[in-house]
């Protein structure tokens, strides 16, 4: 009947969604739409026009509060700016993933067109067909992160945000001293301010590191990177060393110690066999010392074991900073963490308390553009319209967008050892060749790999899932909003699954790392 039906589909109690409730401090400012009273300018100023500044502008002059929104880029050491968006659409997630979707369409045209029957004719000029014009796709991809530039500016005027293309530093809690790209100065006050600035990445600290290039200048390099060595074990060196290798460089990584520091060990160690098995030299356990200037442009790198290698393009990608340090945050009393620049507070709200930070900027919290663009809605809805609700950063699905891309959720094996317990916890693991992957010979190395991790003392509460294989950040989407719940392990594997699919193989799990069995999967 329906009304069964309806009892059947309805969620139970004890997976219902427990809203994590916020209390701030009281900054003693008012409400929206208070700033003639009060003398100010405006309710609120936001500093920073990336996705968590934009974000919570645009939530906050939806409840009436009137908002403008500053940002500035200036330029990189090698000369490097760019539009309204911040770091995630100029010189982040965006190129990077539509560069990583271009070495993989270069990959299945390589290594999987005869196995489907398919015969590709070189081009008119006689140039093979898998071969890249670099100045032609840095032109289309900077043609859409241009376009969407305006978009973001049209669409802060459609929502009544004052848009301002000025730097800030606080002069007192109230008041910022804007300059814009002509110099020219001017003072703004409001009742409160939100500092969502973001990062930027770190220098190369060896002899001559000016001579490599970082995250913020890759996507805009007007000639061909040619050769290139990647510098660092984080995820943006592994992604750039990736998609460069899928198009066709010659490519080195210089790894300090290991890779992907704080992701799943071993779904790191499958990462890095991966792109290896793929032509990427990876240098283990060696830094550059130093960098010189060569015939024909090039660059000479001396390592720090004594070995050398020369190279068109250096890039640097051992870290990232808060971009703070001219905001004047010594005016207000606000405290960063010295390591990274990163601003102290808790949720959202600094130790200046009419002052916020979302984003890349606020320590200790995920840098990733959802999370930033969230934090900053729900923190606009709690300032003007009387939400209580808190960001919750627990149970966050990130992905790696690598040549095998990786996606998790929830803790990593080691994690989850170290809260729990090596006997309080159980691993489902598998490996698996994606079905796609089966007809081309040149794909007979590769495999995926997916494991969920178990609280053995809680029901078998699944405390993290993992999956390396195509598709990753798609495949794992839909299982963060289980882990929200309180995904158990018997409810994941009860799933049915879609046939035939990678997802698939995370709800028909079985093979436990305890029993030692081969966790290589059979079957169709």
Partial sequence: TIAWCRQFLSPTEDKSRRIKECKML???????GRTEEQGYDYDLVVIGGGSGGMAAAKEAAKYGAKVACLDFVTPSPAGTSWGLGGTCVNVGCIPKKLYHAGSLLREAMQWDTSAFGMKLEPEADGQPLADVHWAQIRENIQNYIRSLNFKYRVNLREKEVTYLNKRAQFLDKHTIEATDKKGKVSRITASRFLIAVGGRPSPLPCERGDLAISSDDVFFLEDDPGKTLCVGASYISLECAGFLRGLGKEVTVAVRSILLRGFDRECAGRIGKHMEDHGVEVKYGVTPAKLEKVESDMIKVTFSDGSQDTFKTVLCAVGRRADTDKLGLENVGIETNPKNMRIRGVSEQTSCSNIYAVGDVLDNTPELTP??????????????GGSNEAMDYNEICTTVFTPIEY????LSEEDAVEKLGQDNIEVYHSEFQPLEWTLSPKRGHSSAFTKVIVDKTDKDLVLGIHYVGPNAGEVMQGYGVAMKQGLDFKTLVDTVGIHPTCSEEIVSLGITKSSGEDAAAGGC
């Fill in 26 to 32: 009281d900054d003693g400012e008012a409400g929206s």
């Fill in 407 to 410: 996606s998790c959720v929830g």
């Fill in 371 to 384: 999370v930033a663009i969230q934090a900053g809605q729900k923190l606009a809805r709690r300032l003007y």
